[in-house]
């Protein structure tokens, strides 16, 4: 007799294995880090196809496998403006909430555990509150401090909170 298993156990499974797991990567001098469980890959920079009037960090779109997938310039984003690529920048692919979008960044460093424990909020920075708009946690992982991302927060337009998506 062949055991049942619910789908909706496997994605309890799933979920307690990413907790806790985040993508670590480089823009410009800042660790920062992603919940793995956004992350559906990396890829090498490919050719961008330029979309006109959108914000000038929306680097544009790529055509990954058929899919249309909108890129932003994470340095860019963060107000660092625009800088040159490596042999390390890379787009890494995201999913949320069934959409895709990729994420460019100066490098990779690696997948890493941060524990509850070594996770706080951010600092608070008076005068200027879009330094930490991204943030939405620091972490510290092997003795170095990560910025983890708020991957929401990264999308959206200023004026009326809408995701730059709905282009």
Do not use: W
Request: proline share 3%; net charge negative.
């Amino acid at each position: 007799m062949q055991d049942i298993v619910d789908i909706e156990d496997l994605d309890l499974e799933f979920e307690d294995v990413m907790l806790g797991k985040y993508l670590t990567f480089l823009v410009g001098d800042g660790g920062y880090g992603i919940e793995i469980s956004y992350v559906v890959e990396i890829i090498s920079v490919q050719e961008i196809t330029l979309v006109p009037h959108t914000h000038p960090y929306v680097k544009g779109i790529i055509n990954l496998r058929g899919t249309v997938i909108p890129v932003i310039d994470m340095a860019m984003r963060f107000g660092q403006g625009e800088v040159e690529y490596s042999d390390k920048t890379c787009i890494i692919v995201l999913s949320m909430d069934d959409m895709s979008v990729g994420i460019l960044v100066d490098g990779v460093q690696d997948v890493t555990s941060i524990d509850d424990e070594n996770v706080q909020d951010p600092p608070k920075i008076t005068g200027n509150y879009m330094k930490n708009y991204f943030i939405k946690a620091v972490g510290v992982a092997d003795g170095e401090v990560k910025q983890l991302i708020d991957v929401y927060k990264v999308f959206e337009v200023n004026n009326d909170d809408e995701l730059i998506l709905s282009m």
